[in-house]
């Protein structure tokens, strides 16, 4: 149990363009769910909180324009890239947790900006 | 704010043998809870280990164990029988057991390379 997915596992778009990442929690309903960020060879720099149904919560200096976050359901969170940049290209791997449980990853999303 | 400190940006052992992979941490909360995740080359996040401070048994996973010295502050993965399939890297991280949404604070890691 406790599997996280992410959608799609890699992406290329052109600069301008707006990029959508989706992530979803298979077989449980996750109450929270994170989304982060990770460059070659360093560590997972946490990009937002979002809670089910509620507005996300940004760590500082994640630009909210930008990285548009939506948690409509129990079990789907998306993270949009918005008029996208060569300089956003990135790892992005979110994770989900369901109530006094810890986290659980998925499989990570590849973007790279032309 | 709590930060993770991971001082060996990499570190090698040969196979069957032993390791142990370093971690320090500052908080000035009493209750809180660490773990050791493993990112192999497919970047998928997993759990190895996770241990309650309140807890002063250290907590063990098979090969996997942790020495975890809370007034030091310290909180070291020890890998007996290294396999090859332990190659990855290893990230510290924090979390405090109050508050709602249980954020992770990582270290910056560790590669770590298993030699046949």
């Known amino acids: 149990g406790a599997v996280v997915s992410q959608h799609p596992s890699r992406v290329i778009c052109k600069s301008g363009t707006s990029v959508k990442i989706e992530c979803r929690s298979l077989d449980f309903q996750a109450t929270t769910m994170f989304w982060y960020r990770q460059f070659p060879k360093q560590s997972l720099m946490l990009m937002a909180t979002?809670?089910?149904?509620?507005?996300?919560?940004?760590e500082q200096g994640v630009e909210k324009d930008k990285f548009l976050i939506n948690h409509a359901s129990l079990t789907l969170s998306t993270l949009t890239v918005t008029s996208a940049h060569p300089e956003d290209s990135s790892f992005y791997i979110c994770?989900?947790?369901?109530?006094?449980?810890?986290?659980?990853f998925g499989p990570g999303t590849r973007l790279t900006v032309l | 704010a709590q930060t993770v400190t991971q001082s060996q940006p990499e570190m090698s052992v040969q196979e069957a043998e032993t390791v142990t992979l370093s971690c320090t941490y500052d908080?000035?909360?009493?209750?809180?809870?660490l773990f050791w995740y493993k990112q192999p080359p497919s970047r998928q996040m997993i759990l190895v280990i996770r241990q309650e401070a309140y807890k002063q048994q250290n907590a063990t996973e098979n090969r996997f164990s942790v020495n975890f010295q809370k007034a030091a502050k310290s909180f070291s993965l020890k890998i007996s029988d290294s396999q090859l399939g332990d190659a990855a890297m290893y990230f510290c991280?924090?979390?405090?057991?109050?508050?709602?949404?249980?954020?992770?604070?990582f270290g910056k890691g560790t590669l770590l390379t298993v030699n046949p």
């Open positions: 908080t000035s909360e009493s209750d809180y809870y």
């Open positions: 979002s809670n089910e149904g509620s507005k996300a919560t940004y």
């Open positions: 991280a924090y979390r405090n057991s109050g508050g709602s949404n249980y954020k992770l604070t």
């Open positions: 994770s989900a947790r369901r109530l006094y449980n810890e986290q659980f």
